[in-house]
């Protein structure tokens, strides 16, 4: 199956920008809410890569889930890269290992996000008349 990086990138660029925004609206919320904050932006990302990638749902849900972990992996660099300036070693290493885990847990919304969008893509596209014109 061919990569359609354009979708990819779209997607990554929504996940980012939605969890930028809602990293400004909501410091110092609950853990709750941060965990079911991550599950609905990792949908919007994987359905606006779906929906641009459109076809079959699987191809959806595979660009849905790598814009996700690519967002996933670019802050979990940043935030490793931050702790280890400023807290240390041990508690970077910390970050990473517990960010690596949280990569897997972003790839299954932005697959689900990506199903869906593709879905909806292929649902709103016309069919195509078939026959002879009067």
């Known amino acids: 199956m061919k990569i359609n990086w354009s979708a990819v990138l779209i ?3 929504v996940t980012l920008a939605l969890g ?8 110092g919320s609950a853990a709750t809410g941060a965990l079911s ?24 849900a595979i660009h849905g889930g790598l814009a996700t972990v690519l967002g996933s992996v670019v802050l979990l660099a940043v935030a490793t890269v931050t ?11 910390g970050v990473l290992g517990f960010g690596v885990l949280m990569v897997a847990f972003h790839a299954i ?3 689900l996000g990506g ?15 078939v026959g002879t014109r009067a």
Do not use: M, N, Q
């Open 20 to 27: 930028f925004i809602s990293g400004l609206l909501y410091t």
């Open 37 to 60: 904050y991550w599950g609905v932006i990792g949908i919007l990302g994987g359905l606006a890569a779906g929906y641009i990638v459109g076809g079959k749902i699987g191809s959806g």
């Open 115 to 129: 199903a869906l969008g593709s879905w909806l893509k292929d649902r709103r596209t016309a069919p195509e008349s």
């Open 109 to 111: 919304p932005g697959a």
């Open 83 to 93: 702790t280890l300036l400023f807290g240390g070693v041990v508690l970077s290493l």
């Open 11 to 13: 997607g990554f660029v």
